[in-house]
């Protein structure tokens, strides 16, 4: 279907409709404007707090996706059921969800609840999060539901809640950043991944901040700050405890602070006297003069924040990584003074909201716990059951994708707003488990890789085409409206849901309209720690969105926490000794050099959406992998050159960019796409022992020249078109 015929299926609010809402992109959710009338829809950015007039080039072409000529606009089934060699064909509503029901019973019936699952997104927003997690153990009353917000803020997620009482990645509004006179930021590109929220380090240095930043790469933002640390892959723990090291032989550390608002200090002050600064040297490659000047400029700072993002957490260790940083920052005294604290930098369009309403194995919405009895009681009551109908913890997302289509795991998946196939680690087994399931569902805009091994394959609105909320990176709620209606055979997942949940006898449970949705998980989240129980519809029009917790309705909302307590049961922040520990796979002889995995500016996750936008694809065609111009002389690689890099796991194909910007011993490639550039491909599934997180920033690899600057038939990277099926 081309765009005009695509553009003829969509329905409009009116005739001429201009309406603001939100960016479908990334974690800061920007605020848009949106035009709908005869032609084109036209897009451009509003003076919303958090972007104020700001865009990306992501943001500015996302229109285009709306009357994309690659759109799913009626279900999909395998022309020969159960031969995923067959051909994908339309077909109705009725006859794709009698097949998802059937085999849903035929699968429960033989293997147990535990057998039927779902697999969601950090992209989807607040009711469909809430939806699908009460869906799994409502209707399908099954364990097995996991996301991909573990792949991305699970460790960041997990050191937060037991050092600081509470997750919520900024504690702050993104707009402080500018007032903050030094700034930590380890494992982080803002100035590729959220450009919009530049504006805010640049007017800080402007203003004489000074800015610290972490990365193995010379990224851009890397290159604008003041001293730039350039460590090993795997050994940020290890820097982070060297830098507390010289906080306290210096007498930097806030004793003060430490006594009155935190616990646990000693058994960390006698950990990190290991870590003096020589040996952090030889194990991180940092100078000694670069760790002693970054902790001089934090102490010496009135205000100072220390911002960790995937870089740091993405690891077999992630959770203490960022721990150790929470540790520095406490030290400092930095969590709760004005313009300043520790954060970690949220990447999806919900990756907040996403995680605090009941889309992980082991969570009941308002960030509850599902194995507290007490949780379990106020969210049974909230949904009409008996809390001994909710089933008990499932399996972390790996470990449940590790599973799929054995005896004791899932045999049929439901995937909503997630492109596994790519976005997974040791992404070649993931793709042989789903192809052992018995059925493969996927709900998507796009017929993604994933989808395109899917049994059955059902259309869903975009962001645009219904209504709902989003919890953007500094926790504040906004709502994301509904300009348009979806065409004609596609339904909003709230409606493939609730159909699904009729179907199995439990439909008086489930509700598609997003408002009432909302209200119900307002009630669900009353008193737990993501309290949104005060936050309506029109307090987020008439304030530009509520932050939460928000307890009731005539509470302000609370863009800033721990200005008095931690929300933890004495008040106190808690410090956590942690130890570094090596990667969990070290280069050698046949893998020499270290893989790291990362974001480019033009592309968003999966690229499921944005390799489909002609401008973002002109100006990065192809997945680029960036090695220093020694390591390329080594092998005889020149820039622009075709490059094979090969792990235990797989091997993948990208084009060579030669820069002296990145180690001598590292190699990045980003994650956007799929084929044969798909770098999870080769990225190592090894889980961090807390939060499940798999080490998608540190593997071993080789490199060897594949190919010369025309090569391209070795950059099969093309997203999937439902006309090719």
């Known amino acids: 279907m081309d765009r005009k015929q695509c553009r003829a299926s969509i329905g409009r609010v009116s005739a001429s409709s201009m309406i603001d809402t939100h960016c479908p992109y990334c974690a800061m959710q920007c605020g848009v404007s949106l035009t709908i009338g005869d032609g084109p829809p036209l897009l451009a950015p509003t003076d919303f707090p958090v972007n104020r007039g700001g865009l990306c080039a992501k943001g500015w072409t996302a229109a285009e996706l709306l009357d994309h000529g690659d759109r799913l606009l009626s279900p999909l089934v395998r022309k020969d059921p159960g031969d995923r060699t067959s051909p994908l064909r339309p077909a109705d509503w009725d006859e794709a969800l009698d097949r998802v029901v059937d085999a849903i019973r035929t699968s429960q019936h033989r293997y147990g609840p535990d057998s039927v699952g779902a697999f969601g997104g950090g992209g989807l927003t607040n009711e469909k999060a809430y939806a699908l997690g009460k869906f799994v153990r409502v209707a399908l009353r099954s364990a097995s539901i996991d996301y991909n917000g573990r792949f991305c803020m ?144 934090l102490a010496a700072a009135t205000s100072a924040m220390v911002l960790t993002a995937r870089g740091a957490e993405q690891h077999s260790n992630g959770t ?144 645009a085409e219904e209504d709902g909320t989003m919890t953007n990176l500094e926790g504040r709620v906004i709502r994301r409206k509904r300009v348009m209606s979806p065409p004609p055979q596609v339904r909003t997942d709230l409606r493939m849901l609730a159909d699904l949940a009729g179907r199995l006898g439990r439909g008086r449970y489930f509700d598609d309209d997003p408002r009432r949705v909302f209200d119900e998980l307002r009630r669900a989240s009353a008193g737990g720690t993501a309290d949104y129980a ?29 200005t008095d307590r931690f929300p933890t049961a004495d008040g106190r922040a808690r410090f956590f000794r942690v130890e570094h520990r090596d990667p969990a796979e070290l280069p050698d002889a046949d893998y020499p050099y270290v893989l790291t995995t990362g974001r ?70 980003p994650f956007h796409w799929g084929g044969s550039s798909a770098v999870n491909a080769l990225t190592n599934p090894a889980l961090d022992r807390h939060s499940r997180m798999p080490a998608f920033k540190a593997c071993a690899v080789s490199i060897a020249r594949a190919g010369g600057p025309d090569d391209t038939d070795l950059l099969t990277t093309r997203a999937p078109n439902p006309a090719s099926q």
Not at 399 to 410: K, P
Not at 445 to 463: K, N, Y
Not at 620 to 640: F, K, T, V
Request: glycine fraction near 10%; charge should be neutral.
């Open 154 to 297: 699970s460790s960041a997620a997990t050191a937060s809640n037991r050092s600081l009482g509470i997750d919520r990645g900024l504690p702050f509004p993104l707009a402080d950043i500018a007032q903050a006179q030094a700034v930590l930021l380890v494992g982080a590109n803002p100035a590729d991944a959220l450009p919009p929220s530049m504006q805010y380090f640049d007017a800080g240095r402007a203003a004489g901040a000074r800015h610290i930043v972490v990365d193995p790469r010379r990224t851009t933002t890397a290159g604008g700050a003041h001293l730039h640390l350039q460590p090993l892959p795997g050994t940020d723990l290890a820097l982070a405890n060297g830098l507390l090291h010289v906080a306290i032989r210096e007498g930097l550390v806030d004793e003060t602070y430490v006594r009155d608002r935190t616990s646990g200090f000693d058994a960390v002050r006698a950990t990190v006297a290991a870590y003096w600064p020589d040996r952090v040297e030889r194990m991180t490659g940092v100078p000694e003069r670069d760790l002693r000047e970054t902790v001089r400029l």
């Open 320 to 463: 203490d990584t960022a721990q150790a940083y929470l540790n520095l920052a406490l030290a400092l005294g930095l969590p709760g003074r004005p313009f300043s604290g520790y954060g970690t930098i949220t990447g999806q369009g919900n990756g907040q909201g996403g995680r605090e309403h009941g889309q992980k194995a082991d969570q009941l919405p308002g960030y509850r716990r599902l194995d507290d009895p007490a949780a379990r009681a106020h969210v049974a009551a909230v949904w009409g059951i008996d809390p001994d109908e909710l089933p008990r913890p499932g399996r972390s997302a790996w470990e449940m994708l590790d599973r799929l289509g054995t005896d004791d795991g899932v045999r049929v998946l439901l995937v909503l707003a997630s492109n596994i196939a790519v976005s997974a680690p040791h992404a070649n087994r993931v793709m042989d488990r789903l192809r052992a399931l018995d059925l493969l569902v996927v709900s998507d805009i796009f017929l993604s890789e994933t989808a395109a091994m899917a049994d059955v394959v059902l259309p869903t609105a975009q962001w």
């Open 534 to 562: 005060g936050i309506t519809y029109e307090r987020i029009e008439a304030e530009q969105g509520v932050f939460w917790p928000c307890p009731s309705e005539d509470h302000p909302g609370t863009p800033r926490l721990f």
């Open 600 to 669: 480019n500016m033009q592309q968003y996750q999966s690229g499921n959406q944005t390799r489909r936008v002609g401008a973002l694809t002109m100006a990065l065609p192809d997945a680029r992998a960036e090695l220093h111009p020694d390591l390329a002389r080594r092998h005889g690689i020149a820039d622009n050159d075709v490059v094979e890099l090969r792990s235990r796991r797989g091997r993948a194909f990208f084009r060579a960019r030669l820069t002296d910007g990145i180690r001598r011993d590292t190699i990045f490639a």
